[in-house]
Nanobody, 115 residues
Framework: QVQLVESGGGLVPAGGSLRLSCAAS????????MAWHRQAPGKQRELVAV???????NYVDSVKGRFTISRDNAKNTVYLQMNSLKPEDTAVYYC?????????WGQGTQVTVSL
């Protein structure tokens, strides 16, 4: 069973940048779909960015042009580069792996953007 561990969260001022990493304990296959979600206090978890096995990406409108999702299958790691951060980006960010018959979540990493 693959396990995912997120890192890279923290406290950053508005306008700053962070890069989140999601490391898999097992192998990430090129066919796996990978995604980042986030959940702010009192809100539902939302999909932020997704990258397919073929490298196609998609983003929620609120982060387009600011966030970039990428993957390195050789390192079994997925990244989320976050630039021009806003206070409304404050949330716990979760990594998710999707493959046939399985969906795996990480434990989350806190991102806090201050005014």
């Amino acid at each position: 069973q693959v396990q995912l561990v997120e890192s890279g969260g923290g406290l950053v001022p508005a306008g700053g940048s962070l890069r989140l990493s999601c490391a898999a304990s097992g192998r990430i296959f090129s066919s796996d779909g990978m995604a980042w979600h986030r959940q702010a206090p009192g809100k539902q978890r939302e999909l932020v960015a997704v990258i397919t096995g073929g490298g196609n990406t998609n983003y929620v409108d609120s982060v387009k042009g600011r966030f970039t999702i990428s993957r390195d299958n050789a390192k079994n790691t997925v990244y989320l580069q976050m630039n021009s951060l806003k206070p409304e980006d404050t949330a716990v960010y979760y990594c998710r792996l999707s493959r046939v018959g399985a969906s795996v979540w990480g434990q989350g990493t806190q991102v806090t953007v201050s005014l």
